[in-house]
Every structure is written in structure tokens, then in C-alpha cells.
């Protein structure tokens, strides 16, 4: 007889490794890191590792959207009638 528990497969769908990645990178963003950090289907090593492309990509993203109302800011300026 084996002694050793065998690890379960998580038993919620949004546990999943997929379902985590989808919902990190397509859905919630940095508001999806508790549900990264909650789930037993990645390491602490990927963890770290994602939490800091998450934050990466966020900033990434906040940088793009700055640009893009500041170029959308300047043609609105120079398309003003004077």
C-alpha cells in the first residue's frame, strides 16, 4: 500500500494552467495575480517569474496608452480651427 498522497488535480477549471494564463494575460491583468498565486498548478519559481512579466506587460501597456492619448491629444490640437 502507498502512504504517499498523490497531488489531485485542481478541482476548479480556473485553476488550471491554461484557464490561469487566459485569465491573467486576456481577462484581468494584474488583478488576475491572486488567482496565480492561489493555484497549486504552478510553482513558486513560475509564480515569481510570472508575476514579473505580468507587471511588464502592464507597465508596457500603460506606457502605449499614454502615447497614443498624447498623439491623439496633439492631432485633435493641430485640427482645432483657430
Not at 489531485?8 to 488583478?31: D, E, I, M, Q
Not at 502605449?64 to 485640427?79: D, G, N, Q
Amino acid at each position: 500500500m502507498n502512504d504517499r498522497s498523490e497531488p489531485t488535480a485542481p478541482s476548479s477549471w480556473y485553476y488550471r494552467p491554461w484557464a490561469v494564463l487566459a485569465l491573467l494575460f486576456l481577462v484581468l491583468g494584474p488583478f488576475g495575480l491572486p488567482l496565480l498565486w492561489r493555484s497549486p498548478s504552478f510553482t513558486r519559481g513560475w509564480k515569481i517569474a510570472l508575476t514579473v512579466v505580468m507587471v511588464v506587460y502592464t507597465l508596457m501597456l500603460v506606457d502605449s496608452t499614454l502615447v497614443a492619448t498624447r498623439l491623439v491629444l496633439e492631432h485633435l490640437e493641430l485640427a482645432r480651427p483657430r
